[in-house]
C-alpha cells in the first residue's frame, strides 16, 4: 500500500506562513536605534538638532516633524530607523540640510551650519552613524529633486 500524499497539506500551511509574513512586515519602527551609544548621541547634537529639536528664538526648530533632541522625542517623531539610515546613507543629512526661512537671516546659524557640515565630514561622523544602524534595512524613497544623478 502506497502511503498517503502529504503534499497537498502543506499548501495551505505555506499560504498561511505568507499571510502571518506580511503581518509581521508592518512599518518599521525607530526601537532598533535604541539604546543610543554616547558617540553617536554627541554628533546628533552637534549635527543634527540644530534643526531638528533646538530653540531659537523661542521657538523649538522642528524641520519635517522630526525631533531628535532625545530618546522619547525620536521615538515619537521619527516614522522609522530605515529612514534615517536612508537620509545618512545617501547623504542628504547633514550636507544638503538647508536652514528655515527664519533662520536663514541669521548669519551666525548660516556660519554654523557650514562648520557643522564641514566637521561632519573631516571627522568621519558618517561611518559613526553607519556603524550604529548596521544592523538596519535603509528605505527608499524616491527623491524628485534628484536630478543631479551621479554619472557613473
Ligand atoms: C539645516 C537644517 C538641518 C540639519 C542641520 C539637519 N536636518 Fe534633517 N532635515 C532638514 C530638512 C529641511 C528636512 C526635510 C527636507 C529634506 O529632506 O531635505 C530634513 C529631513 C530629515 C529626515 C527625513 C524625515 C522624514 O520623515 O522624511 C531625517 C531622518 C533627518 N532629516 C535627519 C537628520 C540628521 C540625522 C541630521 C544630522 C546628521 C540632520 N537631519 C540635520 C533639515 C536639517
Same mark, same amino acid.
Given at each position: ?94 550636507? #544638503? ?24 565630514? #573631516? ?21 524628485? #529633486?534628484? #536630478? ?5
Amino acid at each position: 500500500m502506497k502511503p498517503r500524499p502529504t503534499r497537498h497539506l502543506l499548501v495551505p500551511a505555506f499560504a498561511t506562513l505568507i499571510s502571518c509574513s506580511a503581518a509581521f512586515a508592518a512599518p518599521g519602527k525607530s526601537d532598533a536605534l535604541f539604546p543610543i551609544p554616547e558617540n553617536v548621541r554627541h554628533i546628533l547634537d552637534q549635527r543634527c538638532v540644530m534643526c531638528h529639536g533646538e530653540v531659537h528664538n523661542g521657538k523649538t526648530e522642528i524641520r519635517e516633524d522630526l525631533n531628535l533632541s532625545n530618546d522619547e522625542a525620536i521615538k515619537e517623531t521619527l516614522s522609522e530607523a530605515g529612514r534615517l539610515k536612508e537620509v545618512i546613507a545617501k547623504k542628504q543629512m547633514p550636507q #544638503k540640510a538647508k536652514l528655515s526661512f527664519r533662520l536663514r537671516k541669521d548669519p551666525k546659524l548660516k556660519e554654523r551650519l557650514d562648520a557643522i557640515k564641514a566637521d561632519y565630514d #573631516k571627522n568621519g561622523e558618517r561611518d559613526v552613524l553607519m556603524a550604529w544602524m548596521k544592523d538596519i534595512t535603509a528605505t527608499e524613497t524616491p527623491d524628485k #529633486k534628484d #536630478k543631479e544623478k551621479k554619472a557613473e
